[in-house]
Every structure is written in C-alpha cells, then in structure tokens.
C-alpha cells in the first residue's frame, strides 16, 4: 500500500510523463527533442520503479507471530497498559523496535496474512516489544489460555497499512 506522501509523489511524476508525451504529439519536436524526452521519460520511470521497490521492501516484513497475556511476567507491572501508554485492545499487536524506527508508528494498522479467519487480518499497533525480538511481532490475548492455544506462526507476511480504515 502506498502512502499519501508517496502517492503524490508518483502522481506528480506520471502527470510530467503525460505532458512530455503530449507536447512531444502538440508541438511535433524534432527528432533530437523526441529523443532528449524519451530519455527524461525512461530516467523518470527508472527513478519511479526505484521508489516504489523501496516503498515495498519498507512496508513489509516477515515475522514469527507469537501471542502474550496481561500477565506481569510477560508484560510489566501494569499489563493493561501498552508501552505507548495506551489502554490493550482487542487485536492489539506489538512490534519489535526496529520496525518502529522504520516508521511503522503506533495507533496504525498492519495486516497479518495468516490462513486462519480467526488470526488473520488487521491489527493495531498498539505496543512494543523488547528490543530482544527483532523478527517477532505479538498479538494481546486477554487470557493466557488463548495465547498458549494461539501458540506461534513463522513466516508470516505482515504489511504495514499506515491509517487504519
């Protein structure tokens, strides 16, 4: 998914290919012209595809889910709160450090594609995990039983969605 940012970026860049395109038909340059437009078209696309590749490699990421519970020895002495200091919250999810550096932000969504209807979909960042777990991401469950029964799903896709819809 590409944010707002990046979106007007690339609209900004496909609208100067159009004109290009247009002027090259409207004014009937001459070859050298067509040539010198063709060339800024082509460094263009190239910078373009460069943009949205790291786009892409910033906005998803494979994890080994694992779950927690409101248990004091998996979280800290206030286990209803998160390390943003936000209230848990069904579907709540906490990322490893690093992510967040890259600007997967708290109060925004991700999108875990996991099989299962259960599991699977979009979750809120809502809390970080120890600088330890580097390739993890952690789903809330409001009793340990559920989170020992959800137990831990390797490579699984998580995309970085920005706003949550």
Same mark, same amino acid.
Request: net charge neutral; charged share 25%.
């Given at each position: 998914?590409?944010?707002?940012?990046?979106?007007?970026?690339?609209? #900004?860049?496909?609208?100067?290919?159009?004109?290009?395109?247009?002027?090259?038909?409207?004014?009937? %340059?001459?070859?050298?012209? &067509?040539?010198?437009?063709?060339?800024?078209?082509?460094?263009?696309?190239? $910078?373009?595809?460069? $943009?949205? +590749?790291? =786009?892409?490699?910033?906005? =998803?990421?494979?994890?080994?889910?694992? #779950?927690?519970?409101?248990?004091?020895?998996?979280?800290?002495?206030?286990?209803?709160?998160?390390? %943003?200091?936000?209230?848990?919250?069904?579907?709540?999810? #906490?990322?490893?450090?690093?992510? &967040?550096?890259?600007?997967?932000?708290? +109060?925004?969504?991700?999108?875990?594609? =996991?099989?299962?209807?259960?599991?699977?979909?979009?979750?809120?960042?809502?809390?970080?995990?120890?600088?330890?777990?580097?390739?993890? #991401?952690?789903?809330? %469950?409001?009793?340990?039983?559920?989170?020992?029964? %959800?137990?831990? &799903?390797?490579?699984?896709?998580?995309?970085?969605?920005?706003?949550?819809?």
């Amino acid at each position: 998914m590409i944010d707002k940012e990046n979106r007007n970026i690339i609209l #900004a860049l496909l609208s100067l290919c159009i004109v290009l395109s247009a002027t090259v038909v409207i004014n009937k %340059f001459s070859i050298d012209d &067509i040539e010198k437009a063709l060339i800024t078209q082509n460094k263009i696309n190239s $910078e373009l595809r460069a $943009e949205i +590749n790291q =786009i892409k490699k910033k906005r =998803i990421s494979t994890v080994t889910v694992t #779950a927690y519970s409101p248990r004091e020895r998996e979280t800290d002495s206030t286990p209803y709160t998160t390390a %943003f200091m936000q209230p848990v919250s069904n579907r709540t999810i #906490a990322l490893p450090w690093h992510l &967040i550096q890259k600007g997967w932000l708290p +109060n925004r969504c991700v999108y875990l594609k =996991i099989d299962s209807a259960l599991y699977g979909g979009l979750y809120k960042i809502n809390d970080k995990m120890a600088d330890r777990h580097m390739l993890n #991401a952690d789903i809330f %469950f409001w009793s340990t039983e559920h989170a020992v029964e %959800f137990g831990r &799903i390797e490579n699984v896709d998580m995309i970085y969605l920005g706003e949550c819809p």
